[in-house]
């Protein structure tokens, strides 16, 4: 079991809507507005486009856990505070663009990212799943692709780009079409998702991920979701595999390589 070292020192962030705790070298970051069933606020999207963003640089957190307090994991977008209708299609497009952000920093960070989801997620709270590496599910998630039901399209907040590549194209093309949910047991069924705990498990589901990436070494971590974001859009294997050429070579100047290699030969 992975460490919980300096628990005195856990540090709750940024703000209300959004909290962060150290556990180690795995940081913790829950979405805390239960009684809006955890849906995006203004002040909830700043918090996590600046939370992902910042990470860029962070190089003592190796992993992030994503989770929610109560019993919804994010509901989406909070339509009762968005600005007025009445705006120009560049301020509109300057809203639109500021939430995407979040997403973008998600993929960018070098940190694996572990979801852990229950109850409702949906829209931009689906798109946050969508964009961690490791999805978990509770087995009261349901996820949705909402943006479609609300007179939008079903394509919004990567989904359209994230789906296909987790799911293929056709039940991709069922759920953004018709923006119905899915249930944890399909999720798991089409490998949505890596597992489904009872809900009351979530907090613990991820221990042995957790444990086993916290084996590898720090660069390897980061180093493996950078060629994972490469090579899903790579434009032919010779290409990815270029890539893995070199992080490879990057990867034998680790500090811990010798000592590693030496393990093996035992």
């Given at each position: 079991m992975y460490k919980i070292k300096n628990r005195g020192n856990e540090m709750a962030l940024?703000?209300?809507?959004?909290?962060?705790?150290?556990?180690?070298?795995?940081?913790?970051?829950?979405?805390?507005?239960?009684?809006?069933?955890?849906?995006?606020?203004?002040?909830?999207?700043?918090?996590?486009?600046?939370?992902?963003?910042?990470?860029?640089?962070?190089?003592?957190?190796?992993?992030?856990?994503?989770?929610?307090?109560?019993?919804?994991?994010?509901?989406?977008?909070?339509?009762?505070?968005?600005?007025?209708?009445?705006?120009?299609?560049?301020?509109?497009?300057?809203?639109q663009m500021n939430i995407r952000d979040i997403y973008k920093a998600m993929r960018r960070c070098p940190q694996p990212i572990v979801s852990l989801v229950q109850g409702a997620a949906c829209g931009g709270g689906f798109s946050l799943a969508l964009a961690s590496d490791i999805r978990i599910l509770g087995e009261s998630a349901r996820m949705n692709a909402a943006y479609i039901t609300i007179g939008l399209t079903g394509g919004d907040?990567?989904?359209?780009?994230?789906?296909?590549?987790?799911?293929?194209?056709?039940?991709?093309?069922?759920?953004?079409?018709?923006?119905?949910?899915?249930?944890?047991?399909?999720?798991?069924?089409?490998?949505?998702?890596?597992?489904?705990?009872?809900?009351?498990?979530?907090?613990?589901?991820?221990?042995?991920?957790?444990?086993?990436?916290?084996?590898?070494?720090a660069l390897g971590l980061r180093l493996t979701k950078d060629a994972l974001n490469f090579a899903v859009d790579a434009p032919s294997m010779d290409a990815a595999m270029a890539m893995e050429d070199r992080q490879q070579i990057l990867a034998t100047y680790s500090g811990d390589i010798a000592e590693r290699r030496k393990r093996f030969e035992k």
């Open positions: 940024v703000d209300t809507v959004l909290q962060r705790e150290k556990r180690g070298p795995v940081e913790w970051v829950t979405l805390n507005r239960p009684e809006s069933l955890n849906a995006m606020n203004p002040d909830l999207v700043t918090a996590l486009r600046r939370y992902f963003e910042g990470k860029y640089e962070d190089h003592e957190t190796r992993i992030i856990v994503l989770k929610a307090n109560g019993g919804n994991f994010c509901a989406g977008l909070d339509l009762k505070q968005q600005p007025p209708i009445e705006r120009s299609v560049e301020e509109r497009l300057a809203g907040m990567g989904s359209s780009y994230f789906l296909p590549r987790l799911v293929g194209t056709s039940l991709a093309s069922e759920l953004l079409l018709t923006g119905r949910f899915i249930e944890a047991a399909e999720a798991l069924h089409h490998r949505l998702c890596s597992r489904v705990v009872p809900d009351d498990q979530l907090e613990t589901a991820a221990d042995d991920l957790i444990e086993a990436m916290l084996a590898n070494s």
